[in-house]
Each structure stands twice: as structure tokens, then as C-alpha cells.
């Protein structure tokens, strides 16, 4: 396969049109397309419309005698420079998992010895059962990467995770997969992002001033250098990054588990402003004002030290922990001191007094701070930020 190039292995599911427009993108940004399409994806889209848009003839059954005189499933599952499966049905994942080889899909993607892309689809319920689980954390210890799946509404009528990823975020994984192999290329990154929002009641909640926008441009920045992220985002509302993994929660302890969840990593980086208290007794029903105006009154409680819980792991700790610490005085002694409280080993301080415009804002003025001392950054877009930041964690796990 001249220049770049990928299999795609369409799945069974009413998720199988999205990867008509997929092939579009991707012959668009010429990129080849070898086309896999399973008996049920078939069920979903016709040989013609794929084979049309990929402009290469369809590869359907295991046992074409013409190919197979060949070794055919061998010369494909190796010929592309990755392999994609969209959409990656809870089968497909099973028997991938599982090392089954039943079919042309099931036996590619056991044969291959190239990077494969999944971005899954299925019902609510069956994403989140617990052999879907299992079969999801195996694939990613065997070194597969995901993309979705997004929460939605869906075919069904239910609404949750499940639903396929749109195109665009599957191309964007696609291109990033084909980068080539970038310094962070077989490196796990955790990084923590936006607010925590801790319930009162049903309407109400505790919250502060973070977009979110900073966690999300490092995500980034560490998918474009190969790593593969798992990015943990509160309702933040920054756009989620493409071409990762990306886990929606609430409050902060949800968020604690879903870092401890996502371990092991090689490098962890908690950008994310965790809300400090939550209420012990949230009301199931919206707290009314009371007749004789007094104001009510909450019980609350610490919420985890997720950074410093992290930081201070004795199994399973990652290589590098790095934290952020937002400061509205005394910014360069109070990150210090943070720093050695919570045994991190870089932190990020940023000035977030109402002045300087940065929480919630597009820019960002941080100190480095490390064992070997500080170092003071100019101002510059979060974006930037994210850069440079990356850049020296990629130094540091070289």
C-alpha cells in the first residue's frame, strides 16, 4: 500500500453509516482505505456504497479461495499501516479480546502486527457490562487504542454511553495513529481536567470557575507526541480533545475513581480545579426558603486528595506526577509548600486572582516548579502552555 494507508473493519450496528463518511475523510486527506465489511455491518451499509467511496473492492468472507491460496487475511491484516474497526461492536471486541478468529474481521485483527484503532458502539447496557468491561481493559493492556464511545441518546430509545463517535473524532485519531511514532509513542498519560460540580439538592451545586480548556489542550498535546490519553474531565466546558479516551464525571469523588481506575500510567497530570468540600446530605428534593428567612445550613466533608492520593501510591504509581496549583496570594511560596504536601513531582502554579483574567480565561501564566527549583514562564494561550509543558515531559521520560 503506496504512502499512508488503513484497513477499516466495519461492525454490525445502525453506527455502520458513520463509517461511510469516515472513508471520506480519510480518501479527502488521502489517506488508502481498505475496506473489511462484516456479515452484519452488510446488514447496515452495502458493499457498493463502501467499496465506491473507499475506491478499493470490498473484503468480506474468510474463506475466498482466490485470496486464501494466498494467505490473503495475512497479506491484509499487515499491509495497512493501522487497522480500524468503527464501528468496534461488543463481538468484535469479545473475540479481539478473547483471541477468537471466526470470521475475516475476528482473524485480521489476530494476525496483524500493526497499531489498531477502535471507536466502539452498543447499547447503553452492553458498554457497560461487566464482560464489556473486561474485554475493554484487556484491549488496552494489549496496547489498543479507543476513541469514544460518546454519551447519548440513541436507536434504541436509551440514552448513556454507547453511541459511536462522530466521524471527525475518528479521523482525528486516525491521523494521529499515522503521525508516525512521536517521543511519547507507547506512554499511558492520565490528566485530570475542569470543575467538579457537588450536588446541594437536585438543581443546585457547588462549583468554581474552571473551563477546563487547559486539561483539554494537554490532552491534546499528548496525543500529538503518540501517547495514549485517558483524559478524566469534570462538566467542564472546554470541547473534549480528539483522539482519546475521554471519561465524563461529576464530583470529586467520582473522579477518584476514575484515576485509580485508569492506572497504571507513565505519567499523570491533575489540571483539573476539584472542588475541596461536598455536602454529606445532598436533598433529594430542591431546598426551599424558609418562611422566616433563614438562610440553610449544610454538614460537609473533605473530598479525596485525588493528587496527593496519586502522588503518594507505594504499587502503581506513575513515573511522573504532575500537579497544578491554583493561587491568588503569596502564589510562588504557597505552590512550593503544595508541592512537598502532596509529594507530587513537578507543579504547575498559576495566578488566579480575579485581575489576572486566567480561571476561566484563554491565557495562562504558570511557574514550573520541580526539585531542581522554579521556573517563571511568560504569559501565553493555554495552547502554548500545553506545548511547553508537554515538550518537558516528554524529556523526562526519554
Not at 37 to 66: C, K, N, Q
Not at 333 to 360: E, Y
Request: charged letters at 20%.
Amino acid at each position: 500500500m503506496a504512502g499512508r494507508g488503513i484497513l477499516l473493519i466495519v461492525g454490525g450496528g445502525i453506527a455502520a453509516y458513520k463509517s461511510l463518511e469516515l472513508v471520506r475523510l480519510a480518501r479527502k486527506a488521502s489517506i488508502a482505505v481498505v475496506p473489511v465489511l462484516t456479515r452484519a455491518g452488510a446488514e447496515f451499509v452495502t458493499p457498493l456504497s463502501l467499496s465506491a467511496l473507499a475506491e478499493d473492492p470490498i473484503h468480506s468472507e474468510l474463506f475466498d479461495l482466490t485470496a486464501e491460496a494466498e494467505m490473503g487475511h495475512i497479506e491484509l491484516s499487515r499491509a495497512a499501516d493501522l487497522v480500524v474497526v468503527a464501528p468496534a461492536t461488543a463481538d468484535l471486541m469479545a473475540k479481539s479480546a478473547n483471541g477468537l478468529a471466526d470470521d475475516l474481521a475476528s482473524t485480521l485483527l489476530l494476525a496483524t502486527d500493526k497499531p489498531v484503532l477502535m471507536a466502539p458502539a452498543m447499547n447503553v447496557r452492553m458498554w457497560l457490562h461487566p464482560a464489556t468491561q473486561r474485554n475493554l481493559a484487556t484491549l488496552k493492556a494489549d496496547g489498543t487504542r479507543f476513541v469514544g464511545p460518546d454519551e447519548g441518546a440513541m436507536a434504541c430509545g436509551e440514552f448513556g454511553p454507547g453511541r459511536m463517535a462522530e466521524p471527525p473524532a475518528i479521523f482525528a485519531a486516525i491521523e494521529a495513529a499515522l503521525a508516525g511514532a512521536g517521543p511519547l509513542t507507547g506512554r499511558h498519560a492520565l490528566v485530570t481536567s475542569g470543575p467538579t460540580h457537588e450536588p446541594i439538592d437536585p438543581v443546585r451545586y457547588i462549583a468554581n470557575r474552571s473551563s477546563g480548556r487547559q486539561g483539554s489542550a494537554i490532552a491534546s498535546a499528548l496525543a500529538r507526541r503518540g501517547a495514549r490519553v485517558t483524559f478524566v474531565t469534570g462538566p467542564a466546558e472546554a470541547p473534549r480533545p480528539n483522539g482519546v479516551e475521554v471519561v465524563e464525571v461529576e464530583t470529586a469523588l467520582e473522579m477518584r475513581d476514575a484515576v485509580l481506575g485508569a492506572l497504571p500510567a507513565d505519567v499523570a497530570i491533575f489540571a483539573a480545579a476539584v472542588a475541596d468540600w461536598h455536602v454529606l446530605a445532598p436533598s433529594g428534593s430542591k431546598v426551599k426558603k424558609s418562611p422566616d428567612g433563614a438562610a440553610p445550613s449544610f454538614e460537609f466533608g473533605e473530598n479525596p486528595d485525588i493528587l496527593k492520593t496519586v502522588s503518594n501510591l507505594s504499587a502503581g504509581r506513575p513515573g511522573l506526577v504532575v500537579g497544578f496549583a491554583a493561587e491568588t496570594d503569596d502564589v510562588l511560596a504557597n505552590a512550593t509548600a503544595k508541592r512537598l504536601r502532596k509529594g507530587c513531582d513537578w507543579l504547575v502554579a498559576n495566578d488566579v486572582a480575579p485581575a489576572s483574567g486566567i480561571m476561566g480565561g484563554t491565557e495562562n501564566a504558570v511557574t514550573l516548579i520541580t526539585e531542581a527549583g522554579a521556573e517563571t514562564w511568560p504569559r501565553m494561550s493555554k495552547e502554548a502552555t500545553a506545548e511547553a509543558l508537554v515538550d518537558r515531559i516528554a524529556e523526562a521520560l526519554a
